[in-house]
């Protein structure tokens, strides 16, 4: 059974840092594209940033320069490192796996941001 445990959401004042991990169990995790997607409140989900199996990386032009996705295929966990962070940032943050047709979503972490 596929697991996706997202960790490391909080309460952070604006400006502040955040890592994110999301730890990845019953799959042969570098096998699999990670991604970390957010909703916002009232918000669709949408695309915070994406790393493939052999490390290339994408994001949403809001987060480039802020955000930055890795992974660590050994401890079959992807991370996100967040940095100057804003309210806009606020929301429930998901990571999801990646094979071919099929895809695996975590329950979530929440990150807000105020102050």
């Known amino acids: 059974q596929v697991q996706l445990v997202e960790s490391g959401g909080g309460l952070v004042q604006p400006g502040g840092s955040l890592r994110l991990s999301c730890a990845g169990s019953?799959?042969?995790?570098?096998?699999?594209?990670m991604s970390w997607y957010r909703q916002g409140p009232g918000k669709e989900r949408e695309l915070v940033a994406g790393i493939t199996t052999t490390g290339g990386t994408n994001y949403l032009d809001s987060v480039k320069g802020r955000f930055s996705i890795s992974r660590d295929n050994a401890k079959q966990t992807v991370y996100l490192q967040m940095t100057s962070l804003k309210p806009e940032d606020t929301a429930v943050y998901y990571c999801?796996?990646?094979?071919?047709?099929?895809?695996?979503w975590g329950q979530g972490t929440q990150v807000t941001v105020s102050s």
């Open positions: 999801m796996a990646r094979w071919g047709a099929d895809d695996y």
């Open positions: 019953g799959l042969t995790f570098s096998w699999y594209a």
